[in-house]
């Protein structure tokens, strides 16, 4: 059985569930509406939790490792469980959000499955009705917390991947043309100075320019393109581990075989050996 509070520290009405209604695979601790003070800020390190944030209205700051966000209306971030974070709203524009707390190694499996596992931030989703009703589907189910649990966290996702993969917000021109031109040197080492000269500006604006339009940075997009790659090539492909590898730009086979097991938990050779290419 779950229940419902209202916290006043944070101005937040939640829903609330003990630890023994979830389990090691999934578990919702707490979900709910938060109506910004102005000074509202939460900072975590190596964050236990993994927290999935609607913004209804205002705007903010949200920065997790060295990247900088500033979500508003329509937008959703996703602070990833073990990650240092920080957000805060702007005191002059309180945002107003609808957030999910969740645990649980079939959470990150899903973030994994789904691709969103290194997406931080989705502008301009929309996605606040989905969050209303993910929500008062919670309230109406207090009496079964975990089955619901486990069947919002699977839509939220669900929709949260549609969204990256088809988001209609308008992208600069600039993080287009460096998405080509990564997505054209998969065989190369990513290098920020030869893409601050493409679009000539600074690494660090590369990097926001990037981030803001795919949610994700460009040497995590660039690294998560060659695994796709050497995934594909190892299913269909004849050439040796070590021959894809190098032709994928990785000059240490073993550091490459051990990337591909923490992006697809299966070893290169497992992989291989399941497709009969051995």
Request: hydrophobic content about 35%; some cysteine.
């Amino acid at each position: 059985m779950s229940i419902l509070r209202k916290f006043e520290l944070f101005n937040e009405e939640c829903v609330v569930a003990l630890e023994n209604e979830g389990d090691s695979r999934l578990y919702m601790p707490l979900c709910g509406t938060t109506r910004c003070f102005p000074d509202y800020h939460i900072r975590r390190t190596n964050s236990c939790e993994c927290i999935i944030e609607a913004i209804v209205s205002g705007s903010g700051l949200f920065q997790i490792g060295k990247m900088e966000y500033h979500p508003k209306a329509g937008d959703v971030y996703i602070a990833h469980l073990g990650s240092d974070h920080y957000y805060r709203t702007d005191p002059r524009n309180p945002w107003v959000k609808i957030w999910f707390n969740l645990r649980g190694s079939l959470v990150e499996e899903l973030l994994r499955s789904y691709h969103l596992d290194k997406v931080n931030y989705l502008p301009g989703c929309r996605l606040e009705k989905l969050f209303e009703e993910s929500l008062e589907t919670m309230r109406r189910n207090l009496d079964q917390p975990h089955e619901t649990a486990t069947l919002v966290a699977h839509r939220l996702i669900y929709h949260l991947a549609r969204c990256a993969a088809t988001t209609d917000a308008p992208r600069q021109p600039e993080a287009e043309e460096m998405k080509l031109y990564l997505d054209q040197r998969l065989s190369g080492s990513l290098s920020l100075q030869e893409l601050a000269r493409l679009i000539g500006r600074s690494q660090s604006q590369c990097r926001r320019i990037f981030s803001q339009a795919y949610g994700v940075s460009p040497y995590h997009y660039f690294l998560d393109r060659k695994l796709e790659l050497a995934k594909l090539m190892i299913e269909r492909d004849n050439k040796s581990l070590k021959e894809i590898a190098a032709e994928l730009g990785f000059a240490d086979p073993y550091y490459f075989s051990n990337l591909f097991k923490s992006r697809y938990h299966i070893s290169p050779s497992s992989l291989r050996k399941r497709h009969g290419n051995s």
